[in-house]
């Protein structure tokens, strides 16, 4: 009898301890768990901009890399390269690019994207400045480590107008190019097209395509940090007010007409596409109703 009391005793206790591993186990699991969703939240956290900032950094610098390395590579081995490769392989890159990160910072790596999108009303105007100054840095650096590298001028890797064209000329191409650029970035995000990263393959697709018809005359910029990284490691910065003039105007159009095509932006897969999918802020959501899809 007291055998089996002990037996069962003992039995009581062995379950009672089960429960309590069990709750320490549950205790363990939930630490761990809420450490996930903390990590989560300092991510998405607006005071992690700088997670944004330095995507675009390192995007603009492997966008300059290939996009100015195509000149300077063809200057020190001449022949090696051809015009269409050295025009097609950006658009390779930026396709490369937003696949891989553009859901951190939206993957615009050109001023005239973050001002479009910051018109667009999808992208908040107090962040633009932040964009555009660590593009210009990614782009300069690219250009002082390709120099290094090659042993070239940078200036080999920059945009100039064309010998036999003006300056206006060179604008005028430059702002057409951005404007269909732009139109097929805002396009893409938009909730009515609704292509997501596939959108990629359509700007990288574009990019290809407007280098391969339109880079004779003003080199095909279509961005004023891709320029101006170039320009500034090699100190010549001749016709630069064309590749940020042309570019910002061609830009300005583009949202003029995604309004008319679409309407106003704001909205949550607009805001998406631009800010990337840390802590996305969308202008048209109203409390008590989902985000907004913009047209």
């Excluded at 081995?77 to 269409?84: L, Q, Y």
């Excluded at 070239?152 to 920059?158: D, E, M, P, Q």
Aim: charged fraction near 15%.
């Amino acid at each position: 009898m007291e055998e089996n009391q002990g037996k069962y005793g003992t039995g009581r206790v062995g379950a009672g301890g089960d429960r309590g591993h069990s709750h320490n186990l549950a205790s363990e699991l939930g630490v761990v768990e809420q450490n996930i969703l903390l990590r989560i939240q300092d991510f998405s956290d607006p005071r992690q901009e700088w997670r944004r900032l330095f995507s675009e950094l390192y995007g603009t610098f492997l966008l300059v890399i290939v996009a100015a390395g195509g000149g300077m590579m063809s200057q020190a081995f001449p022949g090696v390269i051809s015009r269409t490769a050295a025009v097609v392989a950006p658009g390779l890159m930026v396709m490369g690019i937003i696949l891989f990160m553009g859901k951190i910072s939206g993957a615009h790596l050109n001023p005239a994207v973050s001002i479009a999108f910051a018109l667009r009303g999808d992208f908040q105007w107090r962040r633009v400045p932040g964009y555009v100054a660590v593009q210009l840095l990614g782009a300069t650096l690219a250009c002082l480590l390709l120099q290094a590298v090659i042993g070239v001028s940078a200036t080999y890797g920059s945009n100039y107008p064309a010998a036999d064209y003006s300056a206006g000329a060179a604008f005028w191409m430059e702002a057409l190019l951005t404007l269909a650029l732009v139109s097929v970035i805002l396009g893409t995000a938009s909730g009515a097209q609704n292509v997501g990263l596939l959108g990629a393959f359509a700007v990288g697709a574009y990019i290809a395509l407007a280098g391969l018809w339109g880079s004779p005359i003003s080199g095909t910029s279509m961005n004023p940090a891709r320029t101006f990284g170039p320009d500034l490691a090699g100190g010549n910065f001749s016709d630069y007010w064309v590749y940020v003039a042309g570019p910002l105007a061609g830009a300005v159009v583009a949202v003029g007409i995604a309004f008319i095509l679409r309407g106003a932006g704001g909205g949550r897969s607009g805001s998406g596409a631009a800010q990337g999918d840390l802590f996305t802020e969308a202008a048209k959501e109203r409390p008590g109703t989902p985000g907004k899809r913009d047209q």
